[in-house]
Nanobody, 125 residues
Framework: VQLQASGGGLVQAGDSLRLACAGS????????MGWFRQAPGKEREFVAA????????YYEDSVKGRFTISRDNAKNTVYLQMNSLKPEDTAVYYC???????????????????WGQGTQVTVSS
């Protein structure tokens, strides 16, 4: 599946952004989806994940209560609603996909097979 992330930008602390990741090429609903981020000089880290049908979600502790992951399989898109943004949320955000028929460790980037190109989120203080 090909993934295209969008929606990043430059915002101030406290603002909101909604990222989108559109899938194409294969049946999107066959894939668990995850959002990861990578700040300069740091490793890629888990942000949020959602299972193939949207019933189960996972969040990194620092974004719980501020970020919401959701998906619309009819639109082949997964979203990350980010509220109350902080400067430490600044990073390139990537979406990943993992076939639902294979073993999935939602919080580990190595578990994902396909990746989007990333979208930059910059939060100023």
């Amino acid at each position: 599946v090909q993934l295209q992330a969008s929606g990043g930008g430059l915002v101030q602390a406290g603002d909101s952004l909604r990222l989108a990741c559109a899938g194409s090429g294969r049946t999107f609903s066959n894939y668990h989806m995850g959002w990861f981020r990578q700040a300069p000089g740091k490793e890629r880290e888990f942000v949020a994940a959602i299972n193939w049908i949207g019933e189960t979600t996972y969040y990194e502790d620092s974004v719980k209560g501020r970020f919401t992951i959701s998906r619309d399989n009819a639109k082949n898109t997964v979203y990350l609603q980010m509220n109350s943004l902080k400067p430490e949320d600044t990073a390139v955000y990537y979406c990943g996909a993992k076939n639902r028929l294979t073993s999935w460790s939602a919080k580990y980037s190595s578990s994902y097979t396909f990746w989007g190109q990333g979208t930059q989120v910059t939060v100023s203080s």
